[in-house]
């Protein structure tokens, strides 16, 4: 059996245009999946743009004097939906559920969101740097522009690890290598081992706090991290599609389950649960 989704999103997330939570839904069942998590974005940070030309269309309303605002979350429509999808697909175990981004920089915010959401799956991210002359932010990816790549790898590292020391009100740890979805074609290829310590930092401060790691499959965490994470104490893992349309949940995760199995990680008693260590 495959392991569960808990990290999809639909067209509650603000940068999932082609986003269905009833058509994902049919495509978990489709696979099998046992449970899938809709973590819906919940971003706090304003980007400034470098270059607002090439902003979507459907964003440009959300733009002004080149910083884009990321829309709140719709809570209720979002949760009218999901209860909509349960009632349909008896057979699914659907969790509601949030990505909260940085919410060490926005702790009153985020912890006003959770209350009110009261969600099954709370996973938490980094998805912003600060920008080249430090005025504002701007989404990680865009430093690869002004930056070496080591250096914006390390950079959102350590921005994880202050994350993970600041605020506690989450479960999962998101996407911890993100950045490498974005890694230059040329120059040097990424390679985990010339950034061990900075990884280990993180993975030591999760395993602290009791937290899952996510097996994040955009770019499929690899086993030399989940090794780290093992060795660091790290007792759960949760797999994560990161799916942002329909045909994405459980996308990977048969090649991911066995690298996770390769770390030392095993299913847990309830097929909708996380990996525990073996
Ligand atoms: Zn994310
Ligand atoms: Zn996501």
Same mark, same amino acid.
Not at 160 to 182: G, K, S
Not at 257 to 262: H, I
């Given at each position: ?10 067209? !509650? ?33 304003? !980007? ?72 099954? *799956? ?100 690899? *086993?030399?991290?989940?090794?780290? !994470? ?30 996770? *199995?390769?770390?030392?990680? *095993?299913?847990?008693?309830?097929? !909708? ?6």
């Amino acid at each position: 059996m495959l392991p569960s989704d808990g990290h999809v999103h639909s067209e !509650w997330s603000w940068d999932a245009f082609e986003g269905s939570m009833e058509s994902t839904c049919r495509r978990a069942v489709a696979l099998g999946l046992p449970s899938v998590a809709f973590t819906e974005h919940a971003d706090f940070t304003a !980007w400034t743009l470098g270059n607002t030309d090439q902003v979507p269309a459907q964003w440009r309303e959300l733009v002004s004097g080149g910083v884009l605002v990321p829309p709140a979350l719709d809570l209720d429509g979002y949760l009218a939906c999901l209860e909509a999808c349960r009632a349909r697909h008896s057979e699914l175990r659907i969790l509601s559920g949030v990505e909260l981004s940085e919410p060490h920089w926005h702790t009153a915010r985020a912890t006003a969101l959770l209350g009110a959401g009261r969600f099954e *799956r709370v996973l938490a991210s980094v998805h912003s740097a600060p920008t080249a002359d430090g005025s504002g932010f701007t989404e990680v990816s865009a430093r690869f522009g002004d930056q070496e790549p080591g250096e914006v790898l390390r950079g959102y590292l350590a921005e994880t690890a202050r994350l993970v020391a600041e605020f506690d009100a989450f479960e999962v740890l998101a996407h911890l290598d993100y950045p490498v979805r974005y890694w230059p074609k040329t120059g040097a290829p990424y390679d985990p081992l010339d950034f061990q310590e900075e990884y280990r930092h993180v993975l030591r401060g999760l395993a602290a706090s009791g937290k899952v790691l996510e097996l994040n499959t955009r770019v499929p965490l690899g *086993r030399q991290v989940l090794e780290w !994470w093992y060795e660091e104490g790290g007792r759960a893992l949760a797999f994560g599609s990161d799916a942002h349309d329909p045909g994405g949940p459980g996308r990977g995760f048969r090649a991911a389950a066995r690298t996770a *199995r390769a770390a030392g990680f *095993r299913p847990g008693r309830d097929p !909708w649960g996380f990996w525990c260590r073996g």
